[in-house]
């Protein structure tokens, strides 16, 4: 699974339509969250470090809840956008969770240890859970 790390406001036009994941890395206003889900209609999932979430206002929250788009806090520890545009979670996570669900751990258990052994926030992995 790989996160789109956009860093200003110029970049959302220029997204690939198919953009699912975004993690914005400076603080969106309303109509940058309208211009992003209008530039990407399957997006799922905006990614919103803690420091810029609670600017958020209650309408753009409704509204992306409405359009069944998760808005999740967190961050991406140690990415550098220079190098690499997108932030890719590694399958070993995603085959951590499959071995944790197989020995019948519940979601709350498996986020705790992956969270022990991973830089992911909380709202990443129970949205990873959900939808895997």
Not at 16 to 35: C, G, L, M, Q, V
Not at 50 to 74: D, P, V
Not at 103 to 125: A, H, N, P, T
């Amino acid at each position: 699974m790989k996160l789109r790390v956009i860093s200003s406001k110029e970049e959302i036009v220029s997204l690939d339509s198919k953009e699912e994941f975004i993690h914005f890395a400076f603080r969106p206003s309303n109509e940058d969250i309208f211009k992003l889900v209008k530039t990407c209609p399957d997006v799922k999932a905006m990614h919103v470090p803690s420091s810029y979430i609670k600017t958020i206002s209650k309408s753009i929250r409704m509204y992306l809840e409405m359009q069944n788009i998760a808005l999740l806090e967190g961050d991406v520890w140690g990415h550098r956008k220079d190098i690499n545009e997108y932030y890719e979670i590694q399958p070993i996570i995603f085959e951590k969770i499959s071995e944790f669900k197989n020995d019948g751990l519940d979601e709350k258990e498996i986020v705790r240890r992956i969270l022990r052994e991973s830089k992911l926030d909380e709202d990443l992995l129970y949205f990873i859970l959900k939808n895997n």
